[in-house]
């Protein structure tokens, strides 16, 4: 069985943060707690942290206005869960915006050996080749295939080229195998019937995101 979610909870000290970290806790999920420094010395919120340690969860120190301890916290967990009282609401958003400091940007996770190569065509393009192909009788009952040369590459390559980060908006552009030969008396290939068509190259797509 995959490994629980490491889960940090926020706003433990409150009505209803406590329920979180127990039945989380008792889902054997690593749990992690943050309190901050003044509440532990608060006679009856220090007997509910006492009760949080004696079942397994780690207390970090921390406090909503208090950015890096907050980027700290999220660094140890995948998954964090808010219960902070309703007059935090808005303030939640110096959560989130620990959370999209936190995630690592120099780590990628290759499957396999990452040499398998695939075709990448940004959504533009898919668009233009496809009405060009609309009144084109060379795609008569052809499949045209998008295989733009310069924009095949393995998972290897593409890493050469991109941040961490630029390859996730990688991903929402087409990714298609290219596990197959192309049959020139069934199909065609976009790129090389429409040339004048100066398609996205991977680069270029990348840049956008710098
Ligand atoms: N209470 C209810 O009956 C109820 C019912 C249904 C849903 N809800 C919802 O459940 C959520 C939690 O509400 P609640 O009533 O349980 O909240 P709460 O009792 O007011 O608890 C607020 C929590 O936020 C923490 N907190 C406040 N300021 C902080 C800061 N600057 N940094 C870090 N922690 C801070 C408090 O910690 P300290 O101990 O350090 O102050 C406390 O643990 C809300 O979305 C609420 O709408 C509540």
Known sequence: ????SKILVVGVTGYIGKFIVKASAEAEH????????????HPEKSKLIDTFKSSGV?????????HESLVKAIKEVDVVISTLGGQQTDDQVKLIAA????????????LGDGNVQAVYVSEEDVGTYTIKAADDPRTLNKTLYLRPPSNILSLRQRLRKSTFQKINFLRTSREVSTNYEIDPSSCVE?????????????????NAFV
């Open 99 to 110: 959370i999209k400091e936190a995630p690592p940007r120099d780590k990628a996770v290759i």
């Open 1 to 4: 069985m995959a490994a629980k």
């Open 30 to 41: 690593p749990t992690f707690v943050l309190v901050r420094e003044s509440t532990v010395s």
């Open 58 to 66: 780690t207390l970090l120190y921390g406090d909503l206005n208090d």
């Open 190 to 206: 976009a790129s090389e019937i429409y040339p004048e068509v100066k398609y996205t190259s991977v680069d270029n797509y990348l």
